[in-house]
């Protein structure tokens, strides 16, 4: 179906409707919302705003003593902020503070700020400013997926697979509940699928320089999205080589751009938190990845178990795909992925819900999924067999399971003190292995 044709269609609009109205809803009004890392960014937004700064100085934020971190020399125990030549600068990367200015400009026009009066911190319009932009920028990616999917699989599947993702993945207990790095990320990931898809399908010609631009600004977000950016240039080189100098051209002039921004600033060719050597560390691997795929409390399989039922699709129905290099694609993005966040040093994420570190892969989850149940209507749908059944159970039972245990995370304050009670996840990671006492059922196990 024409990209045109998907936007203009009543009944596409309505249900389109329907789904940001249902998510958005839903991502407000859950209780659980996590400032940590985050913590400062839209006091960052603000600051260039206000004062056209990067630096934090304009604002009345105490001195504190030098506290060399693992990374960075921090204001004291702030560990969000980091000190550069007597300067303030916020350590974390400052792409999501530069993408949210134009909802801080909006939030400041209703009366919320991220600054007092008196230029002290605020943290209660902090944390207000990014609950609700992490709210709307998912409830957005919610209705980008129904028009990603819509183009190979009926209105009320692409609905339904659209509200899973939602509802069922980190979307809803992490990428929402705040402004993590991650957010934004996936958010931009969202139309480099949609561009993708489209483009394979023969129904929009691809734009190189507006996919070079989504995919520099994901690495602006957050580094580690970097692997999808070497996979997607893999792939253009592979099967798409007229579009590549156009995009190599646009991804070099925004790297010249980021680099230009931090020797500025830092005097260094890339801001601290991009040091990527500074950030792994001795922890065995093996056991960091097997964490960060079945342990109780951080396990990708255990939080989502929907993904059992994807990937038991796409490889029982390889053969009908309707996006084989997507696909394999997905798959070589969520592999390496998975090693590149399990080499890292603390492999668990630290204090957050679940498989945080997995999140910025969601949107390939997404991707697996449309294939694969665009197989499963092919092959299996029509014949109506008792394994066909079972198979519809399975995935019933497995959508069942993911969308309680996301429901969780983001409205019981429960799971979220688990980091710090009884004790510091962070002073004893082992407890990310207890079966006992597993985070999403902090509410009943103490």
Same mark, same amino acid.
């Given at each position: 179906m024409p990209v045109n044709a998907l936007l203009t269609k009543k009944s596409d609009l309505i249900v389109s409707t329907i789904i940001f109205v249902v998510t958005l809803v839903l991502f407000l009004f859950s209780r659980v919302h996590q400032l940590t890392d985050s913590n400062y960014s839209m006091l960052v937004s603000q600051s260039l705003l206000q004062h056209h700064s990067f630096t934090l100085d304009s604002y009345d934020i105490p001195r504190l003593e030098p506290t060399n971190q693992l990374y960075h020399v921090s204001v004291g125990k702030i560990y969000q902020l980091e000190y550069i030549d007597n300067h303030i600068y916020y350590f974390w990367p400052n792409g999501t503070s530069l993408l949210s200015i134009p909802f801080v400009a909006l939030m400041n026009a209703l009366g919320v700020s991220a600054a007092n009066a008196d230029g002290t911190y605020n943290p209660t319009g902090e944390i207000t400013i =990014?609950?609700?932009?992490?709210?709307?920028?998912?409830a957005i990616l919610s209705v980008v997926f129904y028009f990603t999917s819509r183009f190979v699989l009926p209105l009320s599947w692409s609905a339904g697979l659209a509200l899973s993702t939602a509802l069922g993945t980190q979307i809803w207990s992490t990428a929402s509940r705040a402004l993590w790095s991650e957010t934004w990320g996936i958010f931009l990931l969202g139309f480099v699928v949609l561009m993708l898809v489209a483009n394979e399908l023969g129904k929009w010609s691809l734009r190189p320089g507006i996919l070079a631009t989504l995919?520099?600004?994901?690495?602006?977000?957050?580094?580690?999205?970097?692997?999808?950016?070497?996979?997607?240039?893999i792939y253009l080189i592979?099967?798409?080589?007229?579009?590549?100098?156009?995009?190599?051209?646009? %991804?070099a002039a925004w790297l010249a751009a980021f680099v230009a921004y931090s020797w500025f600033h830092y005097r260094q060719l890339l801001p601290n938190y991009y040091l990527v050597y500074r950030h792994f560390g001795t922890t065995t691997f093996w056991t960091a990845l097997s964490g960060n795929l079945i342990s109780p409390s951080r396990g990708l399989?255990?939080?989502?178990?929907?993904?059992?039922?994807?990937?038991?699709?796409?490889?029982?129905?390889? *053969?009908?795909?309707?996006?084989?290099?997507?696909?394999?694609?997905?798959? %070589?993005?969520?592999?390496?992925?998975?090693?590149v966040v399990s080499a890292h040093s603390p492999w668990y994420g630290g204090h957050c819900y679940g498989?945080?570190? *997995?999140? %910025?892969?969601?949107?390939?989850?997404f991707l697996l999924g449309t294939s694969a149940l665009t197989a499963w209507r092919k092959q299996g749908f029509s014949r109506r067999t008792l394994s066909h059944r079972l198979e519809i159970l399975l995935g019933a039972m497995?959508?069942?399971?993911?969308?309680?245990? =996301?429901?969780? %995370?983001?409205?019981?304050?429960?799971?979220?003190?688990?980091?710090?009670?009884?004790?510091?996840?962070?002073? =004893?990671?082992?407890?990310?292995?207890?079966?006992?006492?597993?985070q999403f059922l902090a509410k009943w196990v103490h």
């Open positions: =990014q609950a609700r932009l992490a709210a709307l920028l998912m995919l520099a600004w994901t690495y602006f977000v957050r580094p580690t999205f970097s692997v999808a950016i070497v996979a997607i240039t592979l099967f798409y080589r007229p579009c590549l100098f156009a995009y190599a051209a646009t %991804g399989l255990v939080f989502v178990p929907i993904l059992f039922f994807v990937f038991y699709l796409v490889f029982r129905y390889w *053969s009908a795909l309707e996006l084989p290099r997507l696909a394999v694609l997905s798959i %070589g993005i969520v592999v390496t992925h998975l090693i498989p945080r570190y *997995s999140t %910025g892969v969601v949107p390939w989850f497995l959508l069942l399971i993911s969308v309680t245990i =996301q429901t969780l %995370g983001a409205t019981e304050h429960a799971t979220w003190l688990w980091n710090s009670r009884p004790v510091n996840v962070d002073e =004893q990671p082992d407890r990310v292995w207890d079966w006992k006492h597993p």
